[in-house]
Every structure is written in structure tokens, then in C-alpha cells.
């Protein structure tokens, strides 16, 4: 899924104020300085599931003409295995 920076602002600020809420974590840098951390980190793991989707969707293709077009293949069955069979190589949690 893909979010727009005000939607990753509003969640890492969200995520930071509900952790320092219930005491999990104590603060030991300012506050906009972890949040920006979170951020990047929210950033880094959507590249990560877009950079799987799109070897998914290569490795779909490249699986489709070694078998002949397979036109009785669900693609979109056959596209969501190999995702999740990538995110358990990749130690990528979807």
C-alpha cells in the first residue's frame, strides 16, 4: 500500500505518542528527532514491499513464458504465492 508523507507524518507521530503514552519506551534524543527515525524506517520497509512486488511481478512473467503463456493459470493466485514465498526468502513480513 502506498502513503502519502502526510499520511507517514501523522502515523509516526501517532506511533511515538502512543509508545511514550504507555511507558514503553523513554525518550533519550528529542522527540522530532525519533520521529523522524520512525519515518524512515515506515519509508524503508514500503520500498522494500514495492521492490518485492516488482520482482514478484518479473518472476510471474518470466515463470509464464518458460510454461507457454499458461493461460490457465490464475495470475493472480499464482503472483500472491510467489510474494509470500519471496517475503519468507527476503524475512519480509507482508
Do not use: F, N
Not at 525518550?27 to 524512515?40: F, P, Y
Not at 493466485?77 to 519480509?92: G, P, Q, V, Y
Request: aromatic residues 0%.
Amino acid at each position: 500500500m502506498r502513503l502519502k508523507d502526510e499520511q507517514i507524518d501523522r502515523l509516526a507521530e501517532r506511533i511515538l505518542t502512543d509508545l511514550a503514552a504507555s511507558s514503553l519506551v523513554i525518550l533519550k534524543k528529542e522527540r522530532a528527532k525519533v520521529c523522524s527515525c520512525i519515518k524512515d524506517v515506515i519509508r524503508a520497509d514500503m520500498a522494500s514491499e514495492e521492490q518485492l512486488e516488482r520482482d514478484a511481478e518479473q518472476l510471474l512473467e518470466k515463470t509464464l513464458r518458460a510454461s507457454g503463456g499458461g493461460e490457465e493459470i490464475d495470475r493472480h493466485k499464482m503472483l500472491k504465492m510467489i510474494k509470500i514465498k519471496l517475503a519468507k526468502e527476503r524475512k519480509i513480513v507482508l
